[in-house]
């Protein structure tokens, strides 16, 4: 398992929400942890390479950028499972795609302009796959939590 050390956990409690939105963020985020901008970009770049965070970017409401969004969830077998999920990860409105212990075993995101281009995608990644048990579960309405913890 990957050490992280107390400069890693500043930076990384400060860095899952309310992102700083100034010319140089990592400075400012370095200015209010008493670190160099250095130290928080090197930081960083090394969190990523050993894969303690994945990328740090934007979230967007679909319905504000006029997309709409639903979970899916697949009956994958289990010897098509890595091919099942590199087709569906191939769709750039695909935003997390999980394995469950579960009857549905893999569960994903998807956003797209319009429902119909989802349901579009979903019948080419069956026809794709040989996979036709795949439930489009729209929300019909949002509970959204704020996703942070302390590291």
Known sequence: MNQ???IDRAILN???SDFPLTRRPFATIAAELGLSEEQVIHSLIRLKKEGIIRRIGGNFVPHKL???STL???KVPGDRIDSFAAVVNRYPGVTHNYQRDNEYNIWF???APSMAEIVENLIE???ETGVTDI??????RVFKIKAEFEV
């Open 72 to 74: 899916c969830a697949a």
């Open 109 to 111: 995101t998807f956003i």
């Open 14 to 16: 400060r860095i899952q």
């Open 66 to 68: 006029d997309h709409v």
């Open 125 to 127: 990644i069956s026809r």
């Open 135 to 140: 439930l489009n579960l729209p929300a019909t």
């Open 4 to 6: 992280l050390n107390g």
